[in-house]
C-alpha cells in the first residue's frame, strides 16, 4: 500500500501515542509491539490489532486477560479506538508462528512499533516458510492467498530494513 510522506508523519504519530498508552496500562512491559489486521492491510477497521512480545508471563491465566482489558482501555483511554490485545511470552510467540493459527494473518501486513530484530526475525522467518505453503485464507472481507502475501511482506520488509539503512548511513 503506498503511503505519502504526510500520511507516514500520521501513523508515525499515533504509533508514538500508541506505545505511551502502553506505557500506561499495568502488567504490560513490552519487549516489543506489533500493529496488524485489518487497519494495516486495508487502511481502516473498527479496531486495532495488536500483539505484545513480553519477557514472560507469570501467574494465571486470569491474570493474562486483566493485562490484555487494561492495555486495550488504555488504548481506548489515550486514542478512542479500541484495541484487540494479545499479550504472549518468546515460547507462546513462536508457538502461535505457525499456518493455522490468528497469526497467519501476519502475512497481510504488519507494522513493527517498537522492538527489534528479536521481534521481528522469527515473524520473517515464519513468513519465509508460508510462503513456501500453498494457503489461502477466506474471511469477510475476501479470499486471501496468504502465500503470495507473505512473499509480499517479505519483500516490504526487507525494503524497509534498506531504506532505514540508508537513512541511518546518510545522517551519519
Same mark, same amino acid.
Given at each position: 500500500?503506498?503511503?505519502?510522506?504526510r500520511?507516514? @508523519?500520521?501513523?508515525?504519530?499515533?504509533?508514538?501515542?500508541?506505545?505511551? /498508552?502502553?506505557?500506561?496500562?499495568?502488567g504490560?512491559?513490552?519487549?516489543?509491539?506489533?500493529?496488524?489486521?485489518?487497519?494495516?492491510?486495508? +487502511?481502516?477497521? $473498527?479496531?486495532?490489532? @495488536? @500483539?505484545?512480545?513480553v519477557?514472560?508471563?507469570?501467574?494465571?491465566?486470569?491474570? $493474562?486477560?486483566?493485562?490484555?482489558? #487494561?492495555? #486495550?482501555?488504555?488504548?481506548?483511554?489515550?486514542?478512542?479506538?479500541? /484495541?484487540?490485545?494479545?499479550?504472549?511470552? @518468546?515460547?507462546?510467540f513462536?508457538?502461535?508462528?505457525?499456518?493455522?493459527?490468528?497469526?497467519? +494473518?501476519? /502475512?497481510?501486513?504488519?507494522?513493527?512499533?517498537?522492538?527489534?530484530?528479536?521481534?521481528?526475525?522469527?515473524?520473517? /522467518?515464519?513468513?519465509?516458510?508460508?510462503?513456501?505453503?500453498?494457503?489461502?485464507?477466506?474471511?469477510?472481507? +475476501?479470499?486471501?492467498?496468504?502465500?503470495?502475501?507473505?512473499?509480499?511482506?517479505?519483500?516490504?520488509?526487507?525494503?524497509?530494513?534498506?531504506?532505514?539503512?540508508?537513512?541511518?548511513?546518510?545522517?551519519?
Amino acid at each position: 500500500m503506498y503511503r505519502s510522506l504526510r500520511s507516514i @508523519l500520521g501513523l508515525r504519530a499515533s504509533y508514538d501515542r500508541l506505545q505511551e /498508552a502502553l506505557r500506561g496500562a499495568p502488567g504490560a512491559k513490552p519487549l516489543g509491539v506489533i500493529l496488524f489486521g485489518s487497519m494495516v492491510y486495508m +487502511g481502516r477497521g $473498527r479496531d486495532l490489532d @495488536l @500483539l505484545v512480545r513480553v519477557e514472560r508471563m507469570e501467574g494465571p491465566p486470569v491474570k $493474562r486477560l486483566e493485562d490484555e482489558n #487494561s492495555v #486495550s482501555r488504555e488504548i481506548f483511554k489515550g486514542l478512542g479506538i479500541w /484495541a484487540d490485545v494479545h499479550i504472549f511470552d @518468546l515460547e507462546e510467540f513462536k508457538e502461535n508462528l505457525a499456518s493455522g493459527t490468528f497469526l497467519s +494473518g501476519l /502475512a497481510l501486513g504488519y507494522e513493527l512499533i517498537s522492538g527489534g530484530a528479536d521481534v521481528e526475525e522469527p515473524i520473517l /522467518a515464519f513468513l519465509e516458510r508460508l510462503a513456501g505453503e500453498r494457503y489461502v485464507l477466506y474471511n469477510r472481507y +475476501g479470499t486471501w492467498d496468504l502465500s503470495m502475501h507473505a512473499r509480499l511482506t517479505i519483500r516490504r520488509s526487507l525494503t524497509r530494513k534498506a531504506t532505514e539503512k540508508s537513512i541511518r548511513i546518510k545522517a551519519s
